[in-house]
């Protein structure tokens, strides 16, 4: 079952027009063409709409696909995973279990040393806290994934 959104109206305001698109509306951001898909420095990614950590960059994998990939979120708790069979494909819909916000899907063609996953996720419907930024954004909690990865 899909999980209310926040306000529309404060989220209109609060988030860029390509933001509100993927995360409210389910739209997909271009290809190559976002702000992580080529981004490895160590930190924390959350979800644009309810801050909550969904993703750390020790689990972020070069696919090729033009979107970050993960290889797992931080807990299977975070996400929820619903059919998609849109544009005549079956695929899995990946939505933050918070928010409700679309992050994109899950595909079974990751690295099998990672578990085989693919969590291949819009930017848009990201933010990035980098590790040294972690602790002072309130996410510090979490530095103990990232430590071997520093």
Same mark, same amino acid.
């Given at each position: 079952?899909?999980?209310? %959104?926040?306000?529309?109206?404060?989220?209109?305001q609060?988030?860029?027009?390509?933001?509100?698109?993927?995360?409210?509306?389910? =739209?997909?951001?271009? +290809?190559?063409?976002?702000?992580?898909?080529?981004?490895?420095?160590?930190?924390?990614?959350?979800?644009?709409? &309810?801050?909550?950590?969904?993703?750390?960059?020790?689990?972020?994998?070069? &696919?090729?696909?033009?979107?970050? @990939?993960? &290889?797992?979120?931080?807990?299977?708790? %975070?996400l929820?995973?619903?059919?998609?069979?849109?544009?005549?494909? =079956?695929?899995?819909?990946?939505? =933050?279990?918070?928010?409700? !916000?679309?992050?994109?899907?899950?595909?079974?063609?990751? +690295?099998?040393?990672?578990?085989?996953?693919?969590?291949?996720?819009n930017?848009?419907?990201?933010?990035?806290?980098?590790?040294?930024?972690?602790?002072?954004?309130?996410?510090?909690?979490?530095? &103990?994934?990232?430590? @071997?990865? !520093?």
């Open positions: 079952m899909r999980k209310p %959104l926040r306000d529309d109206q404060e989220l209109r609060r988030l860029t027009a390509r933001q509100y698109k993927v995360a409210v509306c389910g =739209a997909t951001e271009p +290809p190559f063409r976002n702000e992580y898909c080529d981004h490895w420095a160590p930190g924390i990614y959350v979800d644009i709409i &309810s801050g909550e950590p969904l993703f750390i960059s020790a689990d972020k994998f070069e &696919s090729g696909c033009g979107w970050p @990939a993960f &290889s797992k979120p931080i807990t299977d708790a %975070l929820d995973q619903l059919p998609d069979d849109s544009y005549g494909r =079956a695929r899995i819909e990946v939505r =933050a279990s918070g928010s409700g !916000a679309h992050l994109g899907h899950v595909f079974q063609d990751g +690295p099998l040393e990672r578990g085989g996953q693919r969590y291949c996720i930017s848009a419907a990201l933010r990035f806290i980098p590790l040294e930024g972690m602790e002072r954004e309130g996410y510090g909690a979490w530095k &103990s994934l990232l430590e @071997a990865e !520093a």
